[in-house]
C-alpha cells in the first residue's frame, strides 16, 4: 500500500545523503518534497502541515547529533515524527476485572467487520483467551452465516438469534457468562454511508452490553473517505480505536497516516490480507520504517513464530546432522506460503533497493517446485542425485513442467546444500521450539 510514498521518501533521502552538510535552503527543498509526497499519498492536510512543522521545527542546530550526519539526522527526525503521528505507542489489550471482556466492533458495510471480527477472535485465542462471536448484524443478507463459516475456521464459538441487534447482543453477552467465554467480540450492521439509523443502532447496542473497547473497522483502501467515516463515527459513539482492513491492498495509504492523529484514538489491529491469520497488532515505530524503506523484520518474525515449531524444529535438527532433504525443503516452503503473499514478505526486509521492492513477484514459482517436489519418489526426494533423465523426463509429466524445470530446481537444491556447509549453518543450526496452540470452544452447533 505504502510503495509509493516509501519510493518517494527514498529518493528525497538518496539527495540528502549526497550532501556534507545542509543548509537551510536544502532542508526547506526536502520539506517541500516530503509535504508533496504526503499530500500525494491521500495524508489528510492538517496531519501533513503538522509533520512537517514538526520535522522543521526539531532539524535546527540544536537537534543535531555530532553522532549522526544531518542526512542520518533529517532521517532520524522524520522516522520519529512519523511514528508519533501514527499513534507513537501500540494499544495495550487489557480485560475486564469481571469476565467477559466485550469488544464491540462498528464500520460501513463493504469494511471487512465480519471478517475483521473472526481473525480478532482468532487473536484472542492465540493469547491464551476463549471468545465468544456474537453475530447482531442482521441487516446484510447472509452475515449471520458468514461469520458462522469464519468462526468454524478459526475456533471460536458463534451466537445468534434471530430478534433485534440490541438483544442478540445482551443475550450474547449473557450467553458467554453461562458457558465460561472470558472475551465476547460483537459484530454489528453497517450501511453504505453513515446515516441517523446506523448510529442510534449501534449506540443502543453499546449501551446494552457496556463494551470494554469499541473499535471502528476501517477500509484502509478508501483514503480520505475513512478519516470522514471516523470523524462522524466517533462523534455519535466514543471509541477506543480503529481496525484498518485492506492494507494489502494498492490504494495511497493515507488513511492509516490520518485517522490517529484526526480522532485521537490509535489504530490497535491491521488486516493485511484474507487469511485468519494476516492480522496483527498495529505498531506505530514499525509501519513509520516500513514507510521509510527501513523494512520491519521484527514483525516478519513474529508472523513466522506464531506458526506451528514443529517443522521448523523438524529442518533445523536434520540440517544440524547433515541430512536436510527435499521433503524438509518442502515442508519449510509450505511454512513460507503461510507468512502470506511473498510480495508482501518482500516490503518487510529492510534495505532492498527500489528496483526489487517494486519487481513483480512469480508467485506460482514456488506452487511450481511444490508439483515436482510431490512428483518425486521418497527415494528420489531424499537423495537426488539418483535421478537420471528417464526419471527427469517422469517427474516433469507428473508435475506439469519441464524435463529442466526439474534440472532446474535438483541443481538449486544442491547449491543450497552446499552453501550450508560452507556457512557453517548446518553445525550452528539448532532445534526450534515447540508452541502448543490453544483452541477455543464451541458452544452451538452452528460453529462445530
Do not use: C
Not at 279 to 302: N, Q, Y
Amino acid at each position: 500500500m505504502f510503495e509509493s510514498l516509501t519510493d518517494r521518501f527514498d529518493e528525497i533521502f538518496t539527495r540528502l545523503r549526497g550532501r556534507g552538510r545542509l543548509s537551510e535552503a536544502d532542508l526547506d527543498a526536502a520539506l517541500r518534497e516530503i509535504r508533496v509526497a504526503l499530500l500525494e499519498g491521500d495524508v489528510n492536510l492538517e496531519v501533513v502541515r503538522d509533520l512537517v512543522e514538526a520535522i522543521r521545527a526539531r532539524a535546527s542546530l540544536a537537534e543535531l547529533d555530532k553522532s549522526l550526519t544531518p542526512a542520518q539526522q533529517v532521517i532520524k527526525i522524520v522516522n520519529e515524527e512519523l511514528t508519533a503521528i501514527l499513534g507513537g505507542e501500540p494499544l495495550r489489550i487489557t480485560y475486564a476485572p469481571k469476565p467477559p471482556t466485550v469488544v464491540l466492533l462498528a464500520g460501513l458495510q463493504g469494511s471487512g467487520k465480519t471478517s475483521a471480527a473472526a481473525k480478532l477472535a482468532r487473536w484472542f485465542i492465540e493469547h491464551g483467551r476463549h471468545p465468544l462471536l456474537v453475530a447482531a448484524d442482521l441487516q446484510r443478507p447472509a452475515a449471520v452465516e458468514q461469520l458462522r463459516v469464519l468462526g468454524r475456521q478459526v475456533g471460536a464459538a458463534v451466537f445468534s438469534e434471530s430478534t433485534d441487534p440490541v438483544s442478540v447482543a445482551r443475550s450474547g453477552v449473557a450467553e458467554a457468562i453461562r458457558v465460561g467465554r472470558d472475551v465476547v467480540v460483537i459484530d454489528t450492521a453497517g450501511r453504505v454511508s453513515v446515516d441517523t439509523a446506523l448510529m442510534d443502532e449501534v449506540a443502543a447496542v453499546a449501551r446494552a452490553t457496556s463494551p470494554r473497547y469499541t473499535f471502528l473497522v476501517l477500509d484502509a483502501m478508501t483514503g480520505q473517505d475513512a478519516v470522514a467515516t471516523a470523524v462522524a463515527f466517533h462523534g455519535a459513539l466514543p471509541l477506543d480505536g480503529a481496525i484498518l482492513t485492506k492494507l494489502d491492498g494498492d490504494a495511497r495509504g493515507g488513511a492509516a497516516l490520518s485517522v490517529a492523529k484526526v480522532v485521537g484514538r490509535p489504530i490497535a489491529f491491521v488486516s493485511t490480507g484474507e487469511r485468519p491469520a494476516d492480522f496483527e497488532t498495529f505498531r506505530p515505530d514499525r509501519m513509520a520504517g516500513r514507510i521509510l524503506g527501513m523494512g520491519d523484520v521484527l514483525s516478519l518474525v513474529e508472523r513466522a513464530e506464531r506458526l506451528d515449531g514443529d517443522a521448523t524444529g523438524r529442518a533445523m535438527e536434520r540440517m544440524r546432522r547433515g541430512r536436510f532433504t527435499l521433503d524438509d525443503f518442502h515442508e519449510q516452503l509450505q511454512q513460507m506460503k503461510r507468512l502470506g503473499p511473498l510480495s508482501g514478505i518482500v516490503g518487510m526486509l529492510p534495505g532492498l533497493p527500489k528496483e526489487m521492492r517494486n519487481a513483480a513477484v512469480d508467485e506460482g514459482s514456488i506452487t511450481r517446485i511444490e508439483a515436482v517436489i510431490r512428483s518425486m519418489t521418497p527415494d528420489e526426494r531424499n537423495d537426488p542425485a539418483i535421478i537420471n533423465g528417464s526419471r527427469r523426463t517422469r517427474i516433469a509429466t507428473g508435475s506439469g513442467t519441464t524435463p529442466a524445470d526439474v534440472n532446474d530446481l535438483v541443481n538449486r537444491f544442491k547449491e543450497m546444500q552446499k552453501l550450508m556447509r560452507s556457512s557453517g549453518m548446518m553445525a550452528q543450526a539448532r532445534p526450534g521450539g515447540r508452541r502448543q496452540k490453544r483452541k477455543g470452544g464451541r458452544v452451538t452447533p452452528a460453529s462445530r
